[in-house]
């Protein structure tokens, strides 16, 4: 089925893979899967020059070896070439920090999903006016979900993310607040444990979560 925000909300979790080898892309995908995880975002790398491709061959690759009941999406996407790069590479679905009404056009031009950054009550809504699907909360850690639950009120109708600082010790607090989507990254997608060759850690950490939500 298509990417839309109830398979999102369904789902519930977003697998954020940031900084991970070429080479230990499919063993993390796999890992993350055997876990339950069915969206998966591959974050831009904006440190290298080669960073742009190097995010894209992780999209190919990704696409190419898993099921095709897992949904993959581009985070950290700064740009339209970004939006245009990542949708011929397979994603189906766009994340960014900010909020950006040019990312968010081309994002829809193309079928995708959209997914701002914003912080803000203000951001929030702008981004949601702007075409934004559902709108990552960001940095969430930052905030707490007391935050969520006054935003709840007068903003109910948008539909919200919790991105930075989800672990299993909280995300059920995020839960309880309101928000329904969840992007995880290192508490998730350990970088270290995928160095030291512990996929099976991966899995673990994934069924933990799962088992923790409602």
């Known amino acids: 089925m298509p990417v839309n925000v109830e398979l999102l909300q369904k789902e519930k979790i977003i697998a954020i893979i940031r900084g991970i080898p070429l080479k230990d892309m499919k063993k993390t995908g796999d890992a993350l899967y055997k876990g339950g995880i069915r969206l998966m975002e591959v974050a831009f790398d904006h440190t290298s020059p080669d960073g742009f491709e190097r995010t ?39 994340i960014s920090p900010s909020t950006d009404p040019a990312v968010i056009r081309k994002t829809k031009e193309l079928g995708m999903l959209s997914m701002p950054g914003a912080m803000t009550p203000t951001e929030i809504a702008s981004a949601y006016q702007a075409g934004g699907d559902i709108i990552k909360l960001f940095p969430a850690d930052c905030l707490g979900a007391s935050y969520v639950k006054a935003l709840r009120g007068p903003l109910g109708y948008i539909p919200l993310a919790a991105v930075g600082g989800i672990s299993q010790d909280n995300i059920r607090n995020w839960q309880e607040a309101g928000i329904q989507v969840f992007g995880i990254g290192s508490s998730l997608v350990s970088a270290s444990l995928v160095r030291e060759g512990r996929f099976e850690e991966l899995t673990s950490r994934a069924l933990g979560f799962f088992q923790v939500l409602k």
């Open 56 to 94: 894209l061959n992780g999209l190919r690759l990704l696409r190419t070896a898993l099921p095709e009941d897992v949904h993959l999406g581009a985070g950290t996407v700064l740009c339209e070439g970004e939006v245009q790069g990542a949708f011929e590479a397979g994603a189906e679905f766009i």
